[in-house]
Structures are given as structure tokens and as C-alpha cells.
């Protein structure tokens, strides 16, 4: 088989918990796991620049091919040269298949076989994506990790749909495997689905291992079950994946729930809330959130987290910030996504030095407690 261009070393794992501590190397350059990936869905993490990105230490960041797809269209990002040029980010970059947007169109969908009709969210006009459709898309994008189109089942959701759902995102893998034209420049990675039935999950892992390709994911948790059945089915599916490979679990980002998954073994997660809750008005601290539009921030002339690096903390108060939100200016929003950015990446840092000192199960407690979790 020809050299990957996506691998993973394996540098420790915690004695305590079974957590690893690894090393993604990719074609623009090498990620520390585990890693909390910033989302830009449409080329860029909303109100970041590149440079602030990196100096949050933001390592790799995801971009959406169903929404590129539209805007401005595949085939002018890789006239572009590809969106690492595109949008002038010299680290790595992943893009999802866009199976999960399209999917949650629910009545503006049609799933056959071949793929799925759909609806522009933008102007009601028809389109189609299919496996080979969604290489085409990803291998113009460029990005250094590039997912399989897949289905993302609803919760709840009947075996015997859930199975047809599985079954088919199996063989829509085969087809893009099939289909994927730059796998010299581009690792394609491989959905497990199978909803929250274990024997599914089961069969779906073994099917797409046997595929060989270059990383996994688990898809289809963390779609609103709640927290103990979320656990149950990552902690019985992250096990089945290769030990050799990066293993990635899609759309994770709160706290408990990256730290839960660093002791299940995974090495990547992404998600849109530390962006989302900015825009919202909300900080993640490690004292819990801070929803520092409230009145009683109105006078509150100290960071929004003390124990926090970022330039935001160092340099502005929470009532600047509260009066900057109420009076819905950008600044307000732009303090708000770098904070709430570099303390994910902040906390995964920490995640890695306590792998590396077999305590992160000590950590996880200490850390509940001081947050304000139950557990």
C-alpha cells in the first residue's frame, strides 16, 4: 500500500484510564492529540483571522463541504488553490462530507441508494450529492483529512431503520474510496454509524476497518440523547477502532464532553459552541460558564477568567465586554470566540500533560468539581 499521507503515532498511554497521547502527522504539519478542532464552516472560524487562530494554538481547524459546495462552489476554492490558499491557513484542515446538513434537511431530503436529493437551503433549488459527488467536492477543496459521505440517523431512530441507514453508509464508503482521486495528498477518513445499538456499531466498525483506510470517526452521538447513553455507546465504540490510526468523534465540544472523550481513547473532536455561545454572549471559564451579558457583570471590572492566557483576559474586563454585547457590537462577539477558543485548546493541553502523568481520571474530578458538573 502506498505511504499514507495522514498517519498516527501513539506516544502514551495513561495507566489509569487507557486515554492516549499520540501525534497526527499530516502534509501541513503534525497535531498533538488529543485536540479540540475550531469549526469554519464556511473557510473561516467566525470573526477569527488565521494569526489569532494560531495564537490560541488552534492546531487544525474543519471546514463544510456542503456549504462550500454553494458558497463560493468547490471548483473556485481549487482554482484558488485549494482552501489552505483560499483562506490563507498553512495548518492542517479538515472537511466533513456534508451528510449531516443534508440529512437534517429532513422534508426537503430524498435518501436512495445512489444518494440524496435535495433542497438548497438557499433558494429552494435542486441538487444531488453522491459519494462520488462528495470526492469530487472534498479532492477540489483540498483539505489534508476528508470524510466519507455517510447518514446521520435522528434520535431516536428503530433498529430496522438504523440498520438500513448503517449498511448503507458502509457501502457509500466503498464508493468513495473508490472515488477519491488525490489519495497521495488527502486521507479519507471512515464514518462508524449504527446509531445507539451496540451490535450495529459493532458491525459497522468491523465492515469499515476491513476498508483500511487511513482514520475513523464515530458519527451520529451527541445528536441530543442524553449524557449516560451518549457515554455508553462511546465508550463500547471507541474501543473497535484501530489502535494505529486517528480516531475522531464528530461534533463534540463541551468541556465534560472532550475530556470524556480523551478517556474513551479518542484523539480529535470539533464543534461549533465556543463560537456559537460567544455570539450568544456566553464565556467558558474554569469556574463554569459566564453569561456576561447578565446585569450583574454591568460593574464586574476583572477578566472573564482570571486563571486564562488569552489576549482577551489580559487585556479587557467583563463589563467592557457585557456593554460591547449589549450594544451588539463585533468586538464584543471577536473577545468573546478568542477566549472561548483558547481555553478548549487551553484545556486540551492540559488533557495531554495529565495523559502523560497516567492522571487524568484525578483531573476529570477535580476539574467537575471546580466547573460545577454533577459527577
Not at 57 to 70: D, G, W
Not at 338 to 364: A, C, G, Q, S, W
Request: hydrophobic share 35%.
Amino acid at each position: 500500500m502506498d505511504k499514507q499521507p495522514v498517519t498516527y503515532e501513539l506516544l502514551h498511554i495513561d495507566k489509569n484510564s487507557g486515554a492516549r497521547r499520540g501525534v497526527i502527522h499530516t502534509p501541513h504539519g503534525d497535531i498533538q492529540t488529543p485536540v479540540f478542532m475550531p469549526v469554519g464552516t464556511q473557510a473561516t472560524v467566525k470573526s477569527m483571522t488565521p494569526e489569532e487562530l494560531k495564537e490560541i494554538e488552534a492546531q487544525i481547524i474543519l471546514s463544510n463541504t456542503y456549504h462550500l459546495y454553494f458558497r463560493p462552489g468547490h471548483k473556485l476554492v481549487e482554482e484558488a488553490g485549494g482552501l489552505h490558499e483560499f483562506m490563507r491557513w498553512d495548518r492542517p484542515i479538515l472537511t466533513d462530507s456534508g451528510g449531516f446538513q443534508v440529512f437534517s434537511l429532513g422534508d426537503l431530503r430524498t435518501i436512495s441508494e445512489e444518494g440524496v436529493d435535495f433542497r438548497s437551503y438557499l433558494d429552494g433549488s435542486k441538487h444531488f450529492f453522491s459519494p462520488e459527488k462528495i470526492m469530487e467536492i472534498e479532492n477540489s477543496l483540498g483539505a489534508d483529512i476528508i470524510m466519507a459521505f455517510d447518514e446521520c440517523v435522528k434520535y431516536p431512530e428503530t433498529h430496522e431503520y438504523t440498520k438500513q441507514s448503517m449498511e448503507r453508509t458502509t457501502r457509500w464508503a466503498k464508493r468513495c474510496k473508490d472515488a477519491h482521486k488525490k489519495s497521495d495528498k488527502q486521507a479519507l477518513f471512515g464514518i462508524i454509524q449504527g446509531g445507539f445499538y451496540k451490535d450495529l456499531r459493532e458491525i459497522s466498525a468491523k465492515q469499515l476497518i476491513e476498508l483500511d483506510l487511513p482514520g475513523y470517526a464515530i458519527g451520529g452521538i451527541s445528536v441530543g440523547e442524553p449524557k449516560n447513553i451518549f457515554l455508553d455507546i462511546l465508550r463500547f465504540t471507541a474501543p473497535l477502532m484501530p489502535e494505529n490510526k486517528p480516531r475522531y468523534l464528530m461534533g463534540v465540544g463541551t468541556p465534560d464532553y472532550l475530556i470524556e472523550s480523551a478517556l474513551a481513547g479518542i484523539d480529535m473532536c470539533d464543534c461549533v459552541l465556543p463560537t456559537r455561545i460567544a455570539r450568544n454572549g456566553t464565556a467558558l471559564t474554569w469556574r463554569g460558564k459566564v453569561v456576561v451579558r447578565n446585569a450583574n457583570y454591568e460593574r464586574d471590572f476583572t477578566p472573564l477568567d482570571p486563571e486564562c492566557d488569552c489576549y482577551t483576559c489580559k487585556n479587557y474586563t467583563r463589563a467592557y465586554i457585557r456593554h460591547l454585547i449589549k450594544e451588539k457590537e463585533i468586538l464584543g462577539v471577536r473577545l468573546l470566540s478568542i477566549h472561548n477558543l483558547r481555553f478548549l485548546t487551553k484545556l486540551m493541553e492540559r488533557v495531554r500533560i495529565e495523559i502523560e502523568n497516567d492522571n487524568l481520571l484525578n483531573f476529570r474530578n477535580e476539574f467537575y468539581k471546580k466547573y460545577g458538573y454533577d459527577e
